[in-house]
């Protein structure tokens, strides 16, 4: 199982995946600025790095798929 972008915001946060809950912490992780989440070995443990930590070991971090389902 593949584990998407928007799934990673809500384990992050520890929150169950739906919609409300994804647009409220997609927003907080926006408000932070220059950050977004990724992982390195395990995509069910996603951490939240900045930009710039991200382009300097593009090689150690990992993007999560981006799909925004319609119907979470």
Do not use: W
């Not at 520890?14 to 919609?19: F, L, R, V, W």
């Not at 912490?25 to 070995?41: H, P, Q, R």
Request: net charge positive; charged share 20%; proline share 6%.
């Amino acid at each position: 199982m593949n584990t998407t972008c928007e799934q990673a915001i809500c384990i992050f946060f520890s929150k169950e995946y739906n919609e409300e809950n994804l647009a409220r912490l997609s927003k907080k992780i926006a408000d932070f600025g220059s950050f977004n989440v990724y992982y390195e070995t395990d995509p069910r443990k996603p951490v939240l790095l900045s930009l710039a930590r991200i382009h300097s070991k593009p090689f150690i971090f990992k993007v999560y798929v981006f799909i925004q389902p319609s119907n979470v």
